[in-house]
């Protein structure tokens, strides 16, 4: 079945980086557009980053561009998320999930990860 | 950028009563609405797009209405695994935005 699992998350200081995965099986990978999600604790969903199934166009929140890159790597069927200049603010649980079609009228989230926690702290 | 707003933030209902859900965008986003289900140690799950289709997992006791910036998710009789956070999104538009979601907590 379709299945994204994350990875990497973990308790890193402000200003630091991590880089987070999300290993997809289940499905043709490589033929699917790709997003980040976060929840901060006991707050709302909050989209982070999307990158085309092609990997030629990305989109990023206004709080992360600059600070994060979404990449994939089709021939691991690995999506990425490398953060750097990591801020308190971005303690969260961060989520892979799938694009649901190629068209503009499909870009909403048809299958979710169950998430990776990020901690910034010092 | 597109700001959604829901309301109520909480609401309250006894099981097999009726739920309405408000989500309202700043500006239009069509048809291009969203709803996901979110319950307590979970991802959330799409269980609705553009505005009123049904995810495939989803019974249809819930229904989606709306267009433009106006929209409602309704679930007819409230059952006990229905009770959870509820969030709307709009995809018309980059970036991509949630409301802050609705609380269906049982009375």
């Known amino acids: 079945q379709v299945q994204l699992v994350e990875s990497g998350g973990g308790v890193v200081q402000p200003g630091g980086s991590l880089r987070l995965s999300c290993e997809a099986s289940g499905f043709s990978f490589s033929n699917y557009g790709m997003h980040w999600v976060r929840q901060a604790p006991g707050k709302g969903l909050e989209w982070v980053a999307f990158?085309?199934?092609?990997?030629?166009?990305?989109w990023y929140a206004g709080s992360v561009k600059g600070r994060f890159t979404i990449s994939r790597d089709d021939y691991r069927n690995t999506l990425y998320l490398q953060m750097s200049g990591l801020r308190p603010e971005d303690t969260a649980i961060y989520y892979c999930?799938?694009?649901?079609?190629?068209?503009?009228?499909?870009?909403?989230?048809?299958?979710w990860g169950s998430g990776t926690t990020v901690t910034v702290s010092s | 950028e597109i700001v959604m707003t829901q309301s109520p933030a909480t609401l309250s209902v006894s099981p097999g009563e009726r739920a309405t859900l408000s989500c309202r965008a700043s500006q239009s986003v069509n048809s291009n609405l969203a709803w996901y289900q979110e319950k307590p140690g979970q991802a959330p799950r799409l269980l609705m797009y553009?505005?009123?289709t049904r995810a495939t997992d989803f019974p249809a006791r819930f229904s989606g209405s709306g267009s433009g910036r106006e929209f409602t998710l309704t679930i007819s009789s409230l059952q006990s695994e229905d009770f959870a956070v509820y969030y709307c999104q709009q995809y018309n538009d980059w970036p991509l935005t949630f409301g802050g979601g609705t609380k269906v907590e049982i009375k």
């Open positions: 990158i085309r199934s092609d990997g030629t166009d990305n």
């Open positions: 999930a799938k694009r649901r079609g190629a068209s503009s009228l499909s870009r909403f989230m048809d299958v």
């Open positions: 553009a505005a009123s």
